[in-house]
């Protein structure tokens, strides 16, 4: 046996050795990056709106509809991580774009970090996903940046460690309703603008579209017909009947991953202060004018500029585009990307039935210096403007 224990240890030393020097190397090349598996769990439960799939002991999947703030823990790490991201797909190409930058990393031990995804206020104070991130399999990022030293031998080093996270797959996300009321002795055709409608390869995340009385549950008026336009945008026809006059109803999009969220009451161990309503904390309604209502002799309130997510899109000849996707943008408004004025801007994809909106806008020159940084939006017609704050960058 001792003999036997003379041998091993020289091996043992060795095997110290040679990872030491490898690491020694990673570093001194300046950067160390790894694919380890680190497993991601709750570290407290997570509250998502009735109808959407709950969130499972053990598992991350349906996080993505999670009430505001979600806290995780992230086991096996190789080193004591000072920040942590996730990456997203936003647009089902495959390619994770979307940065998700979590805050209070606090290192419990040096096998276990705890992290929170922060609500992504004051845009989208109820979730702490962007809504073109739709879900499924994203990656989660644990890295440091060690500067030179007089303990450090090596010079300055970046490690990093990369692992897949099951976020799950997002409900259906109904931002608004428009018009937002309407006399529904008649028919009426409704725009609802939104998110996750569709899923990567164009399969229908909705299947149905409805109306809840605000005060009557139990009164529920289906969509005669929709239509899914994009992703973003429902083209929805209701006929809710002269009996509802006076009326108030919620609207929801529903699908095989859960319902839209448009929350009157908390649910059970939501955080406190999340808001109601949507992911941007507005109830969703349409209101039936009552039977004795006047006929309004005013014109109706000019749409806002609204915008739902950004991203950096590179040609091949290498131009830079920052693409804005959102609603109510027209010809003549003026935009700045973290105070910068872009050089050039195109206007596409028209809203339809509603000229001379559309849903995008490509920003194109200088966009790169006010990256990552807010978006601003005037409407010069209106005298409205927008905020949006995007967190895209140009990479080198």
Same mark, same amino acid.
């Given at each position: 046996? @001792? ?37 991601? /769990? ?57 940065? /998700? ?84 002795? /008649? ?25 809840? @009385? ?24 209701? @006929? ?38 949507? @992911? ?94 807010? /978006? ?21």
């Amino acid at each position: 046996m @001792e003999r036997l224990a003379r041998r091993t240890t020289p091996v043992i030393v060795l095997v110290l050795i040679a990872l030491s020097q490898t690491q020694a190397a990673a570093r001194a090349a300046g950067s160390s990056a790894s694919n380890a598996e680190c497993p991601v /769990i709750l570290a407290a439960p997570v509250a998502v709106a009735p109808n959407q799939p709950a969130v499972q002991p053990g598992s991350t999947v349906g996080i993505i509809n999670g009430l505001c703030d979600v806290k995780l823990q992230i086991v096996g790490c190789l080193f004591t991580p000072t920040t942590i991201t996730i990456a997203c797909d936003g647009n089902g190409d495959g390619v994770a774009e979307l940065t /998700i930058p979590l805050k209070d990393v606090t290192i419990v031990n040096r096998l276990l970090v705890e992290a929170i995804i922060p609500a992504l206020a004051p845009q989208l104070p109820g979730t702490a996903f962007p809504l073109a991130c739709c879900g499924g399999i994203a990656n989660i990022t644990l890295s440091r940046t060690v500067g030179a030293g007089d303990d450090n031998a090596f010079g300055p080093f970046t490690e990093s460690q990369t692992c897949p996270i099951d976020l799950g797959i997002r409900a259906p996300v109904v931002i608004s309703a428009t018009p937002s009321g309407g006399d529904c002795a /008649i028919g009426q055709n409704v725009i609802i603008p939104g998110s996750c409608f569709l899923l990567a390869g164009g399969k229908p995340n909705v299947t149905s579209v409805f109306a809840v @009385e605000q005060n009557n549950p139990g009164n529920v008026i289906q969509s005669n017909h929709f239509v899914i336009l994009n992703t973003n945008v429902i083209d929805a026809f209701f @006929e809710f009947g002269a009996a509802n006059a006076g009326k108030t109803f919620l609207i929801f999009a529903s699908g095989p991953n859960g319902t839209s969220r448009n929350l009157t009451a908390l649910p059970p161990q939501a955080p406190q202060g999340c808001p109601l309503g949507n @992911e941007q904390g507005v109830k969703v309604t349409f209101t039936c004018k009552g039977q004795f209502d006047p006929t309004p002799n005013d014109t109706p309130p000019p749409p806002t500029p609204s915008v739902m997510n950004c991203r950096v899109d590179r040609s091949s000849t290498g131009t830079i585009t920052l693409r804005i996707d959102g609603f109510n943008f027209r010809e003549g408004q003026r935009v700045t990307i973290g105070g910068v004025t872009p050089k050039k801007l195109k206007f596409k994809n028209a809203q339809d039935g509603n000229p001379p909106f559309v849903f995008t806008i490509q920003a194109k020159g200088k966009v790169c210096k006010g990256l990552p940084g807010p /978006i601003v939006i005037f409407d010069p017609f209106s005298g409205l403007a927008t905020q949006f704050n995007c967190r895209a960058e140009c990479s080198n």
